[in-house]
């Protein structure tokens, strides 16, 4: 998701890595049929409830469970699958015309009946109101929406999209009632009317109240009564106490690993009631360079950081584990992933080689480079993980490198204007598909904002994957991606995260909700 307004939840950081446990428990024990209501700590908010605006990842949790989209994507799978609908597809060869049918009798919350006008609505909604920090940028290529009848939806395309399934089946395809959401502005009372599993029954700074949906119908079978989300703002003290005091069920997204480390090293009975929950996921953190900046955008000074980089120093240093080394662009897991980085550059430092091509670049003396940071919308070791990087370089004695840091705000600012030679980012995808790691960051008006152009990429590889409906076909372009990325360096990847929940020990089905799709199902826990 959005470099522009997402941010990314980090690797735990301190002595974690080998306590961490794989699993909770059965999903489907006895724990599962007491139906109790679930309560979830967490330590980012969710920043809106209308569809429209959300493109944040507190704000996609509450979508993907209290409306529908017409595709979803199940437990552990990265192609999305009939939700609203019973069956969709491309009708065409191009993957330019995608026809969805929906189910019958589907129903909002307020007992009011889902058509292909709410469809219709939604989408055109979206793009009406192009919400600055809304999801409408994920739909350049939609051109509209016909609706031949109440229970037919029909997208023309201006150009090819074999993604568009997944991106609809995003918290960005969510589908609202047309009766109650204005169709050039934003629902202001912090309610909102879905057909999902659950229905939103009362939303505060302090907590989001959740209960289950009668009128729902769809592939989901929830297995608690409702759920509670507690919002701890950042407060990962005081997150970390409620898991202790039993005043959460769940803590997830962001208790500190040093925290966790303390919960599974304590020998109090308080500690003993609690597991930590690890999944996998596609989240990851790259340098980004400046093309025209006059030290960054020269070719040798980024080789040779590539050269000096040691990912797995890094990641046991600052992480301890709990990221992995990355060494391309599409993360592990994902369709397309090769390791172009590691054959180009390799996995430990390799100074000479380093030298070398700063020496080709006419570079003599030590190189002097500031690594710019923004402290806590990355993740709370952003900082410390830029040091530690200027700290390789250093240690070379080619470079000379600093580390400044910033407010999120201004930071965002500065790129923009082109003052950051080096910078970081974080990016959390809106889909399980290697396209969502190539096309924001190199595609036509990338979201990168570092000067990076390649023709070959933007003019052949990207629309051409885009039209391939057989994902499996695209590999070879992406590789050629991937390698053409590492070869020319406007971004040097450094690691993929882990997701994480701490739990209580009588809490059940965590483990499904934590995969590459970055989807938190709520009906797959239980608590008994």
């Known amino acids: 998701m959005k470099l522009r307004n997402q941010w990314l939840t980090l690797p735990l950081t301190g002595g974690l890595a080998a306590a961490l446990l794989t699993g909770c428990g059965s999903e489907t024990g006895d724990a599962g049929e007491s139906g109790d209501g679930v309560v979830v700590g967490m330590s980012d908010d969710i920043l809106a409830t209308d569809p429209a605006s959300g493109y944040d990842p507190g704000s996609w949790l509450l979508f993907n469970n209290v409306f529908q989209s017409l595709m979803s994507f199940p437990n552990g799978a990265t192609e999305p699958e009939p939700e609203a609908a019973k069956e969709c597809g491309f009708t065409d060869t191009e993957a330019k015309v995608f026809k969805c049918t929906l189910r019958d009798d589907l129903k909002f919350s307020n007992g009011k009946s889902l058509t292909s006008k709410d469809v219709k609505y939604s989408f055109d909604r979206m793009s009406t109101i192009d919400d600055e920090a809304g999801p409408a940028i994920m739909f350049p ?210 100074r000479a080689k380093a030298e070398a091509a700063l020496r080709a670049e006419g570079l003599s003396g030590k190189v002097k480079l500031t690594l710019w940071s923004t402290p806590s919308r990355y993740g709370p070791s952003t900082d410390q993980e830029l040091k530690a990087i200027a700290k390789q370089l250093n240690k070379s004695g080619l470079f000379d490198a600093d580390v400044k840091s910033i407010e999120f705000k201004q930071y965002e600012k500065d790129i923009k204007a082109g003052k950051y030679g080096v910078y970081v980012k974080g990016w959390v995808p809106d889909y399980p598909d290697p396209d969502n790691f190539t096309q924001p960051f190199f595609g036509k008006g990338n979201v990168l904002d570092n000067g990076y152009t390649n023709s070959d990429i933007t003019g052949k590889i990207i629309p051409g994957t885009a039209a391939q409906s057989d994902r499996t076909k695209t590999d070879k372009d992406y590789a050629r991606l991937q390698d053409t990325v590492a070869n020319e360096l406007p971004i040097l990847p450094v690691w993929q995260a882990k997701q994480y929940a701490v739990i209580r020990d009588d809490v059940y089905g965590v483990e499904s909700c934590l995969d590459a799709s970055t989807v938190f199902r709520f009906w797959e826990i239980s608590k008994g």
């Open 141 to 350: 290529m939609l051109d509209r929406v016909e609706t031949p009848d109440t229970k037919t939806v029909v997208f023309k395309l201006k150009y090819p999209d074999a993604t568009f399934p997944s991106k609809i089946a995003s918290g960005a395809g969510s589908i609202v009632d047309h009766r109650s959401y204005d169709m050039n502005a934003l629902r202001g009372d912090a309610q909102a009317t879905g057909s999902g599993p659950y229905k939103l029954d009362s939303f505060t700074k302090e907590k989001a109240v959740f209960s289950v949906n009668p009128e729902y119908k769809g592939t989901a079978k929830v297995k608690n009564q409702g759920v509670t989300i507690k919002f701890f703002h950042n407060d990962r003290k005081s997150l970390k106490q409620a898991i202790l005091d039993n005043k959460v069920d769940i803590a997830y997204r962001g208790l500190a690993a040093s925290d966790v480390a303390d919960i599974e090293q304590d020998t109090s009975s308080e500690s003993q009631s609690i597991d930590v929950v690890e999944g996998t996921s596609a989240e990851v953190q790259h340098l980004v360079f400046n093309m025209k900046d006059p030290v960054a955008g020269r070719l040798g000074v980024r080789k040779a950081m590539a050269y000096l980089l040691d990912r797995d120093a890094l990641v046991k240093e600052v992480y301890q584990d709990t990221a992995t080394p990355l060494y391309s662009i599409v993360p592990a897991g994902i369709g397309g992933h090769n390791t172009a980085f590691f054959d180009t550059y390799g996995a430990r430092p390799q």
